[in-house]
């Protein structure tokens, strides 16, 4: 059993989300599909050629490639990271200083990231996630299809939120604007978004 393939527990109660991510939207995204790219990505990454590589770089290997392994190591990338971008009374404008003035200087400051950020997910046709990355010294917003990400595109991810349905559907129906705002104003946790800016430079 590689350790790359392991599902972290989540760093907070199923119920600590509330009311903006249900107990049972986590139980479900956690427990049933993150679950699922574990078990699949690691039957996948057998035989692959591609074992003895850090995740990261398995999903940069893959994409192109195999596309079986590739959606699951991506996926299960994108989640070890999404269940650390959230946390209990996150969100609001409280960012760290280095963070915030490079959103002001690349950006065009907190309002105007905070709307494409919610437009890039408001407009990823399908599955997705909308992102800030950091690519070539500079911030920038985006949207990946399924389980893409900044990563396959020479970007380190410094946040990102998945709108593929089973993220929201629970809570939210099909109001996926109503869910980017909730999550983007009430569960960010900037600190993990800081660690990432800082590794990244």
Do not use: C
């Not at 909308?130 to 010294?137: H, I, M, Q």
């Amino acid at each position: 059993m590689s350790t790359k393939f392991t599902l972290p527990p989540l760093p907070y109660a199923y119920d600590a989300l509330g009311p903006y991510m249900s107990a049972e939207t986590l139980e479900f995204h956690h427990d049933k599909h993150h679950q699922a790219y574990v078990t699949n990505g690691e039957k996948l990454l057998e035989g692959s050629g591609l074992e003895i590589l850090a995740l990261e770089d398995i999903v940069k290997e893959s994409y192109g490639k195999n596309a079986g392994l590739f959606n699951n190591a991506g996926q299960h990338y994108n989640h070890v990271h999404f269940w650390n971008w959230m946390k209990p009374n996150g969100g609001g404008n409280k960012l760290p200083g280095a963070l915030a003035k490079k959103i002001d200087e690349d950006l065009g400051g907190f309002d105007k990231f905070r709307a494409d950020f919610i437009a890039a997910g408001t407009t990823q046709f399908g599955s997705g996630w909308a992102w800030l990355s950091l690519k070539d010294g500079k911030l920038e917003v985006s949207k990946t299809a399924n389980g893409e990400s900044p990563l396959i595109h020479n970007a380190h991810p410094l946040l990102g939120v998945d709108v593929w349905e089973h993220s929201y559907y629970i809570d939210y129906r099909n109001a996926r604007p109503k869910y980017l705002e909730a999550w983007f104003d009430n569960l960010v946790n900037w600190e993990h978004v800081e660690l990432l800016f800082e590794e990244a430079k």
